[in-house]
T-cell receptor
């Protein structure tokens, strides 16, 4: 089944403890992206990647890192999480720069 | 950068009536406009999209119209059903396929 898989689905962590949210797609998509979703603010792009080793900042990149060492994987790294990073995170991928994204199931992160 | 506004933020309609959600965008270089539906607790899912060389697109009860001159596009849902109740997001993507900006969302409630 074609899908974008994120892990974990839920995560509660403490301020300052490094964490990684994994994202993997099995559709051979070149384009991948991370979004965070907050009430009243919709979906905001954190980082995106157009191919292996090619990444760039979205609208809200502060406090996040990404890597794209393999085409299928696009992990999101929070080196020192803070409470304002509490949010619902979605990974997404697309085969076409002019096509819509397929979203993962989301990761609900709480930083206390 | 691109800015997408969406109205209304909430919309209630009676079952069987039509619903219209409107979005405006700021960057005239944007040329791809998808609409996503997000049911409670689930991921956003692409329901329809339109490219800038087309003025209207239909898929059963759903249609999208685009006015490039005025820089706005609209989602039309006819014969609404309770299962249409969800949050709908519009988005705009620029010519390079990199910057993908979402509107803040519209919560549609279809009342039986």
């Amino acid at each position: 089944e074609a899908q974008v898989t994120q892990n974990p689905r839920y995560l509660i962590t403490v301020t300052g403890k490094k964490l990684t949210v994994t994202c993997s797609q099995n559709m051979n998509h070149e384009y991948m992206s991370w979004y965070r979703q907050d009430p009243g603010l919709g979906l905001r792009q954190i980082y995106y990647s157009m191919n292996v080793e090619v990444t760039d900042k979205g609208d809200v990149p502060e406090g996040y890192k990404v890597s794209r060492k393999e085409k299928r994987n696009f992990p999101l790294i929070l080196e020192s999480p803070s409470p304002n990073q509490t949010s619902l995170y979605f990974c997404a991928s697309s085969w076409d720069p002019m096509g819509g994204y397929t979203f993962g199931s989301g990761t609900r992160l709480t930083v206390v | 950068g691109e800015n997408v506004e969406q109205h209304p933020s909430t919309l209630s309609v009676q079952e069987g009536d039509s619903a219209v959600i409107k979005c405006t965008y700021s960057d005239s270089a944007s040329n791809y406009f998808p609409w996503y539906k997000q049911e409670l607790g689930k991921r956003p899912q692409l329901i329809i999209d339109i490219r800038s060389n087309v003025g209207e697109k239909k898929d059963q009860r759903i249609a999208v119209t685009l006015n490039k001159t005025a820089k706005h596009f609209s989602l039309h849902i006819t014969e609404t059903q309770p299962e249409d109740s969800a949050v709908y997001f519009c988005a705009a993507r620029d010519n390079y396929g990199q910057n993908f900006v979402f509107g803040p969302g519209t919560r549609l409630s279809v009342l039986p």
